[in-house]
């Protein structure tokens, strides 16, 4: 394993002391997407979603649910929720 110099070692430590902050930026941004795109490209916008939502420690079932009914408004409601929790 390569040795990380000091800078480079505090650049990863602050990725991963917000990395739950960049996945529900990340989020909120594919919900617009979400709303903006059809066909395949929603359905790879879904995908990137269920990823990001699992990394934020939304449950696998909640994330399926949202996906059946493919509705951003639900996923945004959720967001919301999350949010408030911070």
């Known amino acids: 394993m390569a040795e ?5 070692q505090k650049v ?4 991963y ?8 930026q990340r989020v909120q941004e594919l919900v617009t997407e979400l709303y903006l795109s059809e066909g395949k ?13 699992g990394k934020l420690g939304v449950k696998p079932d909640v994330i399926a649910h949202l996906r059946q009914e493919d509705k951003p ?6 967001i919301e929720k999350l949010m408030a929790k911070k």
Do not use: C, G, N, P
């Open 4 to 8: 990380f110099s000091k800078y480079q």
């Open 41 to 53: 490209k929603r359905s790879k916008h879904w995908d990137s979603l269920a990823l990001h939502l």
């Open 17 to 24: 002391d917000h990395r739950d902050d960049i996945a529900l």
């Open 73 to 78: 408004e639900l996923v945004a409601t959720l």
């Open 12 to 15: 990863i430590q602050r990725y």
